[in-house]
């Protein structure tokens, strides 16, 4: 998996929020490329963490990772009237941007793995201007794609009321699926300046080009603060181990797979290359509990594919494989990789196992993954691990 290299403010699940000004001539327009050294830019948060597939209502963005990482870095064209801001833990990339008294913020938040639940992020982003909430299928009918470096997101463009004040309120937030990360580009406030900045937050999107990633991290959620609500259906997550880390689980490597390199949230990933060039990635990451349900990350797979959500008694139906003394659903999906537009295949195992889940995923070109499910399987199944119980 590439790494991610520029953050502009992780989304609401780490949502990205952007603001654009209006008149954005060429004497305007400012060309930053983002990075440790630039003396310019807050030091970098920790990296974003993994979390669940939908992220709760309750999150907020004083939420704090541990100190076992670093941001990504992020190359972007920044429009006339748009300032920076003080990173906060969350967030990447920061702006603002005010006309008339008036002001609206712009956040870029990527959160890793299991942060695909797109109605969930966007029915709290409704809640945030005073709209109710939708049901998913409704949800979707409301997404604008848009153009996000060489790749296409979904717009959200909700307008109401802020529910403190009575003001009239605008959000528009921008959800891409990239990899196994999920980037969250949010520009909110006052309703005419966000809609006059519309443009400029879509041209900023098209100009964001994502770079590597120095080292991967988790949110450990044990460092929430004491005065923090309780997030549902999440535990404290087990930060992913180094590659010599003891606690990491060891398995049977199947002939042909070479270590790929990590990227944030996962803990070993393999590259499988196929005849005339193709290849599919295996990827393997943990959370802790359930991680966050099996319905919302099977839908994040096929997201991942183009693929409508399931429902539950779907995937209630879903096979199953013995693996390590529990058992584990397997899932197998034929579609459209949403990052290069070709033909693709998954076949993913998710393992619930000693207060944990394991995600297991074979993702790429659909004769390889075919030749290699097989493997994959009995990869999963010789997996032994130190803490399980």
Same mark, same amino acid.
């Given at each position: 998996?590439?790494?991610?290299?520029?953050?502009?403010?992780?989304?609401?699940?780490?949502?990205?929020?952007?603001?654009?000004?209006?008149?954005?001539?060429?004497?305007?327009?400012?060309?930053?490329? /983002?990075?440790?050294?630039?003396?310019?830019?807050?030091?970098? !948060?920790?990296? =974003?963490? !993994?979390?669940?597939?939908?992220? =709760?209502?309750?999150?907020?963005?004083?939420?704090?990772?541990?100190?076992?990482? #670093?941001?990504?870095?992020?190359?972007?064209?920044? =429009? /006339?009237?748009?300032?920076?801001?003080?990173?906060?833990?969350?967030?990447?990339?920061?702006?603002?941007?005010?006309?008339?008294?008036?002001?609206?913020?712009?956040?870029?938040? %990527?959160?890793?793995?299991?942060?695909?639940? +797109?109605?969930?992020?966007?029915?709290?982003?409704? *809640?945030?201007?005073? @709209?109710?909430?939708? %049901?998913? &299928?409704?949800?979707?009918?409301?997404?604008?794609?848009?153009? #996000?470096?060489?790749?296409?997101?979904?717009?959200?463009?909700?307008?109401?009321?802020?529910?403190?004040?009575?003001?009239?309120?605008?959000?528009? *937030?921008?959800? @891409?699926?990239?990899? +196994?990360?999920?980037?969250?580009?949010?520009?909110?406030?006052?309703?005419?300046?966000?809609?006059?900045?519309? &443009?400029?937050?879509?041209?900023?999107?098209?100009?964001?080009?994502?770079?590597? @990633?120095?080292?991967?991290?988790?949110?450990?959620?044990?460092?929430?603060?004491? $005065?923090?609500?309780?997030?549902?259906?999440?535990? %404290? /997550? #087990?930060?992913?181990?180094?590659?010599?880390?003891? $606690?990491?689980?060891?398995?049977?490597?199947?002939?042909?797979?070479?270590?790929?390199?990590?990227?944030?949230?996962?803990?070993?990933?393999?590259?499988?290359?196929?005849?005339?060039?193709?290849?599919?990635?295996?990827?393997?990451? $943990?959370?802790?509990?359930?991680?966050?349900?099996?319905? =919302?990350?099977?839908?994040?797979?096929?997201?991942?594919?183009?693929?409508?959500?399931?429902?539950?008694?779907?995937?209630?139906? @879903?096979?199953?494989?013995?693996?390590?003394? *529990?058992? /584990?659903?397997?899932?197998?999906?034929?579609?459209?990789?949403?990052?290069?537009?070709?033909?693709?295949?998954? #076949?993913?195992?998710?393992?619930?196992?000693?207060?944990?889940?394991?995600?297991?995923?074979?993702?790429?070109?659909?004769?390889?993954?075919?030749?290699?499910?097989?493997?994959?399987?009995?990869?999963?199944? $010789?997996?032994?691990?130190?803490?399980?119980?």
């Amino acid at each position: 998996m590439k790494h991610l290299t520029n953050y502009l403010g992780l989304p609401a699940a780490m949502a990205l929020a952007i603001f654009a000004n209006a008149g954005c001539g060429r004497d305007g327009v400012k060309v930053y490329h /983002a990075d440790a050294s630039d003396a310019t830019t807050p030091p970098a !948060a920790a990296a =974003p963490a !993994a979390m669940p597939d939908a992220m =709760p209502a309750n999150m907020t963005e004083d939420m704090l990772p541990p100190d076992n990482g #670093v941001q990504p870095t992020l190359q972007y064209t920044l =429009p /006339a009237g748009w300032e920076k801001k003080a990173l906060t833990q969350m967030r990447v990339a920061s702006f603002a941007v005010s006309q008339n008294g008036k002001q609206a913020d712009i956040s870029v938040i %990527p959160l890793g793995g299991m942060a695909g639940n +797109d109605a969930a992020n966007v029915n709290r982003w409704r *809640g945030a201007v005073g @709209l109710s909430t939708l %049901p998913e &299928p409704d949800i979707a009918k409301l997404a604008e794609k848009v153009p #996000v470096a060489d790749l296409t997101g979904d717009l959200y463009d909700l307008a109401g009321t802020a529910p403190g004040s009575g003001d009239d309120e605008r959000i528009i *937030g921008v959800i @891409l699926h990239r990899e +196994d990360t999920s980037w969250f580009f949010k520009m909110t406030g006052d309703a005419a300046l966000v809609a006059a900045q519309k &443009p400029a937050f879509i041209s900023f999107l098209k100009s964001v080009q994502f770079g590597g @990633l120095a080292a991967p991290s988790t949110m450990d959620l044990s460092k929430l603060p004491p $005065s923090h609500p309780e997030i549902a259906g999440m535990t %404290p /997550a #087990v930060p992913a181990p180094s590659a010599d880390d003891a $606690s990491k689980p060891t398995w049977t490597v199947p002939t042909g797979w070479q270590e790929g390199q990590l990227s944030q949230f996962l803990i070993a990933k393999y590259v499988i290359a196929g005849d005339g060039g193709v290849q599919a990635a295996v990827n393997v990451s $943990s959370l802790a509990g359930d991680g966050g349900g099996l319905l =919302p990350n099977v839908n994040r797979w096929r997201a991942q594919l183009g693929l409508a959500p399931e429902t539950d008694p779907d995937v209630a139906n @879903l096979p199953t494989l013995d693996a390590s003394g *529990g058992k /584990a659903t397997l899932i197998e999906l034929s579609g459209t990789d949403a990052r290069t537009g070709k033909a693709a295949q998954l #076949v993913g195992v998710i393992l619930p196992l000693g207060g944990q889940t394991w995600f297991y995923k074979l993702m790429g070109d659909a004769s390889v993954v075919a030749q290699q499910k097989d493997a994959l399987i009995k990869f999963v199944q $010789s997996a032994k691990y130190p803490d399980a119980h």
